[in-house]
């Protein structure tokens, strides 16, 4: 089966600028996650969102945005570009809501490198 | 990692076995998960515990303790291909999501 994918997978933009990254999960995964894994720092969770819900999100600002699609593929937008928001954006699928059990570990799509100058 | 804590890098010889410890705070836990992440590449999924006790896979094994909040990930007979981050991530009960360690950075040696 086909993976998590991602596009784009490397981005550079400038301070200010909005940027929208894409995700397509796994067939048959309804739920879709966005994390964050600056250097140094770790995957910090950004959003979940199920069945076209957004579920939960982390310790954000609100220019960190997003959506999910009927067809459970999803976007994270980010307004107002600043410098410490150069990361790797993993977005994540699971089969079911939980993403907290055997059967439906999350599983990562390779992300998108966006680089703010 | 917000309340996760495991070693940021360790060290260990082709052959040989190690130890990655992960302690998490114990209030709403609901899981506990391994990953692999290679340099450049997405994290892959290793194990996950619920409850006390060793899960074995192979070469790579997962022990938890729920009272203690400590967990490890046993690597047996390493090979190169095993250098990679280990991530540790504690599931968030009722909010349903994965909170991540920082990783642990291991290199494995000849």
């Known amino acids: 089966e086909a993976g998590v994918t991602q596009s784009p997978t490397h981005l550079i933009k400038t301070r200010g600028q909005q940027v929208t990254l894409r995700c397509s999960p796994i067939?048959?995964?309804?739920?879709v996650y966005w994390y964050q894994q600056a250097l140094g720092l770790g995957l910090q969770f950004l959003l979940w969102y199920d069945e076209g819900e957004e579920r939960n999100r982390g310790n954000f600002p609100p220019r960190f945005s997003g959506r999910q699609f009927p067809n459970y593929s999803s976007e994270l937008n980010v307004n107002a570009l600043e410098l410490e928001d150069s990361a790797l954006y993993l977005c994540a699928s699971s089969l079911t809501t939980g993403g907290a059990s055997y059967n439906s570990p999350l599983h990562f799509g390779n992300g998108t490198r966006l680089t703010v100058t | 990692g917000q309340n996760i804590d495991q070693p940021t890098e360790m060290t260990a010889t082709e052959g040989a076995i190690v130890q990655i410890n992960c302690t998490y705070q114990t209030s709403g836990f609901n899981g506990l998960f391994w990953y692999q992440q290679h340099a450049g590449e997405a994290p892959t999924f290793l194990s996950y515990?619920?409850?006390?006790g060793l899960e074995e896979k192979g070469r790579f094994s997962s022990f938890l303790s729920r009272s203690k909040g400590y967990s490890y990930l046993l690597l047996k007979e390493l090979q190169m291909k095993d250098s990679a981050s280990y991530l540790c991530?504690?599931?968030?009960?009722?909010?349903?999501?994965?909170?991540f360690g920082t990783g642990t950075l291991l290199a494995v040696q000849p």
């Open positions: 067939s048959g995964h309804t739920s």
């Open positions: 515990n619920v409850l006390d």
């Open positions: 991530a504690r599931g968030g009960g009722a909010t349903n999501k994965l909170i």
